[in-house]
């Protein structure tokens, strides 16, 4: 299974970035692919996530309102768009994928992007 995710980089505080999440290895349709980020001395967090078998999207209080989930199944991947983006949005960004959203159980990790978001 391999999940690799692509798109971050620098960006000034009120842009947008689109991170991308592609997925191989195992029944696209079938997991939850979940977006996390981690800041430098801090605990990773979750940030959103999407069931691909309901449709169903979860998303973090902390960017609710300001982020995307969205799945292309003939693409096995997955994207966040990122809007109106903060300082505190600056992260190293990983995709993962596992078979339930509800509570962000993630099996399949794969290396991060990061979004450093500076004036």
């Known amino acids: 299974v391999q999940l690799q995710a692509s798109g971050g980089g620098p960006v000034q505080p009120g842009g947008s970035l689109r991170l991308s999440c592609v997925v191989s290895?195992?029944?696209?349709?079938?997991?939850?692919i979940g977006w996390f980020r981690q800041a430098p001395g801090k605990k990773r967090g979750e940030v959103s996530a999407?069931?691909?078998?309901?449709?169903?999207?979860y998303y973090g209080e902390r960017v609710k309102g300001r982020f995307t989930i969205s799945s292309d199944s003939a693409k096995n991947t997955v994207y966040l768009q990122m809007n109106s983006l903060k300082q505190e949005d600056t992260a190293v960004y990983h995709c993962?994928?596992?078979?339930?959203?509800?509570?962000?159980?993630?099996?399949?990790w794969g290396k991060g992007t990061q979004v450093t978001v500076s004036s």
């Open positions: 290895g195992l029944t696209f349709g079938d997991y939850c």
């Open positions: 993962a994928a596992g078979v339930g959203c509800e509570d962000y159980h993630m099996d399949y």
């Open positions: 999407i069931s691909n078998s309901d449709g169903l999207r």
